[in-house]
């Protein structure tokens, strides 16, 4: 059994539960938190427990500051990333409680779990019955345009990873990314998806190519899937949303899929995290 206490978003936390599948097909799976992870996905492999559903004496002995003192004195084992320049493995360290095992924190973004990832989890139909409501709401027929989604993470990406060279992406990158589409699809359209409406419908809504979606985030992340193109932010939302929606398109061939080069670092130039490249996305500056 492993233990793991809900850290990073959404994103981070379908890679951590894709990370723990590959390195550990046979063991069970307890997700501490997860709320979104929880109501997104149809898993019967994996155990959430919401953290409103914990006792108060329970919460004590199930918090995540308690079992990694239990993990450092290794009553319970514990699993933790290694990773430096050249190379990259998951370490486990054996408990005198065998049985269970803590991850600490640890995210699974390096290319050789990433390019091994598979399996038959889906979207739960309710928000992908919602993305399509909106989009007919809107005049869209999946099967008859050629979506493209752009997402644009704002927020804490304005300041992350650092104040001096942030994640965030310049208008002038999207614009030169949608040109790349267009170049290559017959009358595209694009679905922007961001956590900042307000600057999306100032920069976008001139253009008749252009659709923003007013969901909340697991309607947006249906939306994703349901697009045969994507546009992404340096963000593990958008690449799960890409990675979706290959699926959902396997049988039509892949899409085309446009990401900043170098990824989160693409300011300062340098990969980070370091080694997270994926050969179906097509890295632009």
Known sequence: MILFFESGRLGNQLFQY??????????????????????????????????????????????????????????????????????YSVSVRIGFMRGISLLQPAYFQHSSVVKSINGAIAIKPKYVDLAKSWLNLNSVRVDQNNLVFVHIRRGDYLSWPNRTSPAVLSLSWYLEAMATIRSKVSTPLFIVLTDDPYYAKDVFSGLSDVLISDNEHLVDFALMSLCRHGILSASSFAWWGAWFSRKTYACNGHGIYLAPKYWAGHRSKRWYPDGFVTDWISYIE
């Open 18 to 87: 894709f990370g723990l599948k590959q390195c550990f097909p046979c063991q069970r799976l307890i997700f501490i938190g997860c709320s979104d992870l929880d109501a997104l996905i149809e898993t019967d492999d994996v155990a959430f427990i919401r953290k409103d559903q914990i006792s108060r004496w329970l919460h004590i002995g199930l918090s995540a500051r308690f079992m990694t003192v239990l993990s450092r004195w290794r009553i319970i084992g514990s699993i933790r990333e290694v990773r430096n320049e050249s190379s």
